[in-house]
Nanobody, 122 residues
Framework: EVQLVESGGGLVQAGGSLRLSCAASGFTFDDYAIGWFRQVPGKEREMVSCITSRDGSTYYGNFVYGRFTTSSDNAKNTVYLQMNSLKPEDTAVYYC???????????????WGQGTQVTVSS
């Protein structure tokens, strides 16, 4: 059974940092691309980042502007999202998702985590 468990969300002031973690289990980690998505009530879910651990390829949404970095620890089957210079508009529920096969990227995930709330105060 594929499981994705996010952690690390919380409340932070504008300009601050958070690191989200996504612990994966139940599948061959490097066969998948792992993405971070976020959603605000009333808006569509948007892709924040995507990483393929097999070759280290990464992708970021345009709004990231170099503020976020995704990485993976293959030994721990965990993907991270380091978020710096956070803005109030980054407030959202952040989801981790897995997409197969890895070389097709994160556009169509097959599994989702439960989400973690990130709130950035002004």
């Amino acid at each position: 059974e594929v499981q994705l468990v996010e952690s690390g969300g919380g409340l932070v002031q504008a300009g601050g940092s958070l690191r989200l973690s996504c612990a994966a289990s139940g599948f061959t980690f490097d066969d998948y691309a792992i993405g971070w998505f976020r959603q605000v009530p009333g808006k569509e879910r948007e892709m924040v980042s995507c990483i393929t651990s097999r070759d280290g390829s990464t992708y970021y949404g345009n709004f990231v502007y170099g503020r976020f970095t995704t990485s993976s620890d293959n030994a721990k089957n965990t993907v991270y999202l380091q978020m710096n210079s956070l803005k109030p508009e980054d407030t959202a529920v952040y989801y981790c998702a897995a997409a197969y096969p890895y070389y097709q990227g994160c556009s169509i995930p097959s599994s989702w985590g439960q989400g973690t709330q990130v709130t950035v105060s002004s």
